[in-house]
């Protein structure tokens, strides 16, 4: 035995040493716990007594009198001994140790005979319901629901009312049906509506919703698997890097692989070397952005046959390669620059004579100051024999007298034109320039045309009968009589391409009513369709808010007397268009392809026949591509139509009751 204690004492004496050698207090620790076991203690019983709970038993009672009295003899104890420890060795504090330790253990003993004591009662207490005391029937679940129910603040545990869960409190916790508090897996399945977001949300391949929205409003087609084709253009886009020559692909796929980076953004003087080879005729870069003046150089150095050339975001196309470029033999028939903001007035006039008699083609867009009314003029001078001619944000250089040298093209067979408001122009220099190139045209294009009158409408009937492409959009002054006019008694063939959007009354004074008949209302429409019905291939009268409901019913009747057979794209967002001249119109327009119905809320959840796509419905994605029989899509039509007639026999139309509804959401 006493070997046994030697040993013991020597194991605590090399423990004691340790701690004194990492500046640690065995008596400090002592003494900490025995204060937090007081503080417990103490807290318990507020607690208890704010809750209005009392112990079951009066032996537990005085059980805990007793285990305070002990922690009270055992605290003046431990004071007694700090005061004599301070003085004595480090043998005396071993010893100290030791006896701590035997008491600890003595207690543990102690607590757990009383422990095996209530269980015992306890089990006796089932067995024999009369031997139990009053106290001891206390229902616990009284005892937890009253200390579930008081205050806790977010940071504090609680347990959960559902599934008795140990969670911490924050400041979004929710509370339960009686009075408690919930953790958050509870909470979710009390709140079904949140559950279904989450759910919905989750659905979502996260990173493809915006990526295949944007494909289709690039007319990307992303139904099925990709073909061979399109997966070998996909690792050729990825490792363009190590490239060094595209072989003998097709031009159709180098400009496919062109229109990729350049949308990738990763078209850069690296890159243009792939497109360079061979010497190519047709050179479209598509974004110029990251090119350096030295990139141009090297197309016209190495390009020398080059006849069509498209340069977009040329922002570093400068003198200087102006300066290069007429020191060549230039073969450019076709060219396209946009944004070549560096160019000076001197150059344009220098690059235009080197062009001269041999240019057929000229898309010119978005040109700052450096581009002038002079200019522009210079190009009938030096360019004759322009057959294509398209003219876009220019900035204050579309003036009376640039309008006017326009006129002097007579082999233009493609005019487009758009306007800023800032344009020092009237109308009667648009319709001298039709009267002068209106016969050889064959598309027309008048875009942001705000101030023009009806007098270009009538230009255009007198003077124009080669027409397929007609376009004339925002503008602000034409009248309903005047769109009636233009097709009525028409000599020109049909059209196949119908633009007037946004063409609309926006007079404040009448926000709602149009007493004066601005912009295209139900006789120009229904002139329009009556004259290029059989031909037409693309209509556009987005805006046009004053053709009435049933106007579009009477265009799209199947029992009437005309049809869409060509009709492949339509463009009727913000309009009355509703669901059953939807459904008439895929009914009419076998050729039906696109549909834009933006801003239309009485267009909800249609049904829509394979192969047709429809975009901006309202509360669903951006396009919805559809997969209705021809039979689903006939008796779809055949109940709307039912519910219509019903609406009118009650005295109101169906397009009252829309625009009834669609008050309601403005406001």
Request: with cysteine.
């Amino acid at each position: 035995m006493a070997t046994g204690a030697r040993t013991k004492s020597q194991d605590l004496s090399a423990l004691t040493g340790y701690l004194a050698a990492n500046n640690i207090s065995a008596r400090q620790i002592r003494d900490s716990a025995s204060t937090r076991r007081d503080a417990a203690a103490t807290q318990n019983a507020t607690v208890n007594q704010a809750a209005g709970v009392t112990l079951p038993t009066r032996r537990r009672t005085r059980q805990s009198n007793g285990q305070a009295e002990e922690s009270e003899s055992d605290s003046k104890q431990a004071s007694k001994k700090r005061q004599s420890d301070d003085d004595d060795s480090e043998e005396a504090s071993d010893s100290s140790d030791i006896a701590s330790l035997s008491r600890s253990a003595k207690k543990k003993q102690k607590a757990e005979s009383k422990k095996n004591a209530l269980s015992k009662k306890q089990q006796k207490a089932k067995h024999d319901p009369d031997a139990s005391t009053d106290d001891e029937k206390i229902d616990e679940k009284s005892i937890r629901r009253a200390l579930r129910h008081t205050v806790k603040k977010a940071g504090q545990l609680a347990n959960c009312e559902v599934c008795d869960k140990r969670f911490t409190v924050t400041a979004y916790t929710k509370a339960g049906p009686e009075g408690g508090l919930l953790c958050l897996d509870c909470g979710k399945i009390m709140d079904p509506k949140k559950t279904a977001k989450l759910e919905k949300k989750m659905t979502k391949p996260k990173g493809q919703v915006g990526k295949q929205e944007a494909m289709a409003l690039d007319d990307i087609q992303t139904r099925g698997t990709k073909s061979l084709t399109a997966l070998c253009l996909d690792t050729i886009i990825e490792n363009v890097g190590s490239l060094e020559d595209l072989g003998a692909m097709p031009d159709a796929l180098k400009n496919k692989i062109n229109r990729i980076l350049c949308r990738e953004r990763e078209f850069k003087s690296t890159t243009l070397d792939l497109f360079l080879r061979d010497d190519p005729v047709d050179l479209k870069l598509w974004d110029c952005a990251y090119l350096k003046p030295e990139d141009f150089i090297k197309v016209f150095t190495f390009c020398p046959s080059l006849r069509f050339l498209c340069l977009r975001n040329a922002n570093q196309l400068q003198d200087g390669v102006v300066d290069y470029v007429v020191t060549r033999k230039l073969t450019i028939e076709e060219l396209s620059i946009y944004g070549p903001n560096l160019l000076h007035h001197q150059h344009w006039i220098k690059l235009f004579d080197a062009l001269g008699t041999r240019l057929k083609k000229l898309k010119f867009a978005s040109a700052r100051e450096n581009v002038t009314s002079a200019t522009l003029q210079h190009i009938s001078v030096a360019c004759p024999n322009i057959e294509h001619l398209s003219l876009r944000s220019l900035f204050e250089s579309l003036d009376y007298d640039c309008v006017r040298s326009l006129a002097n093209l007579g082999k233009l067979k493609n005019l487009s034109l758009e306007f800023t408001q800032d344009d020092d122009i009237d109308t009667e220099a648009i319709v001298e320039l039709i009267k002068a190139v209106g016969p050889n045209l064959t598309k027309l294009s008048l875009k942001a045309l705000r101030w023009a009158g009806n007098e270009v409408l009538q230009a255009i009937h007198q003077h124009c009968e080669n027409l397929t492409h007609l376009a004339m959009t925002e503008n602000e002054t034409c009248t309903d009589e005047g769109f009636a006019d233009l097709f009525t008694n028409w000599t020109n063939r049909p059209l196949i391409q119908i633009n007037f959007g946004r063409c609309r009354h926006l007079l404040s004074n009448e926000p709602v009513e149009n007493s004066l008949g601005i912009g295209m209302c139900d006789k120009g429409f229904q002139a329009m369709w009556k004259h290029s019905s059989t031909f037409l291939e693309s209509l556009d009268v987005r805006d046009a808010r004053h053709i009435s409901t049933e106007t579009f019913h009477a265009a799209f009747d199947p029992a009437g007397a005309f049809s869409y057979p060509k009709l492949r794209q339509m463009d009727v967002s913000f309009t009355k268009f509703d669901q059953l001249a939807l459904y008439r119109a895929f009914t009419t327009a076998a050729m039906l392809k696109e549909v834009m119905v933006f801003g239309l809320y009485n267009i909800r959840h249609p049904a829509i026949p394979y192969g047709v796509k429809v975009l901006g419905i309202v509360g669903e994605k951006i396009e919805v591509q559809g997969n209705a029989s021809l039979d689903e899509l006939l008796n779809a039509a055949n109940e709307l139509e039912k519910e219509y007639l019903a609406v009118e026999v009650n005295g109101a139309t169906m397009a009252d009751s829309d625009e009834d509804s669609e008050m309601d959401v403005d406001d």
